[in-house]
């Protein structure tokens, strides 16, 4: 994901916090009611996102503070409240028609969803079957990710390697400039990439320009000793 500012001045930075917190305090003002199952919820999904809102550190904010598979397991709490009060009102509506009614439009609407599920997931799944798929995807998402242009350069690199092992030399030099692009690219947005420098290092080496390798090699050395 893209980087952000945060200004402590500004009020509007606080806003997600202060509506948690607000939501949790209705919700559990009314706990005999609806109140529990709302503040089990967002009291599930706070627990499970913790670890990760940056009171702790971690490797990965080295490349990003926000990952998408750090909600998988928080997402349960709201999913699980939706989905419950989902079912109560669908089992309301159908209570006013007959049973082989109800059991063909519930039967219908799960066939939906399954289906429309299987068509987003099969689409998604497509960028996940080559490394250059999926970080060229990323790369277009996101213009100044430099890790994306990293990994999209070591992609390129493992294809050079099976053009190599396949005999198919012209292909190989093809993937092994388009891998040393890569890292270039890598390095514009962050000169201080340590692997990204190794690897121009080694390409500048294969082309014979020792004055670049030893530039880039030098300079990986210099930001982590």
Known sequence: YDSWEIHEYNPLHYLPGVLYLALMGVSLLFRKTWGRHVFFAMLYMGAMIFPVLGFFDMFFFRFSFVADHWHYLSILGPLALFVGVGTYHVKRAIQSIDESTAKTVSMVAGVLVVALVSVLGFQRVALYQQGVDLWSHNARLHEDSWGAYFHLGVAYYMKSQAAIRANRMDEARDMMVKSCRQYEIATDYYPGYVEANINLSNCAMQN??????????????????
Do not use: F, G, Q, V
């Open 208 to 225: 014979n320009d020792w004055e670049k390798a030893e530039r880039h090699i030098l300079l990986a050395r210099d930001t982590r000793p």
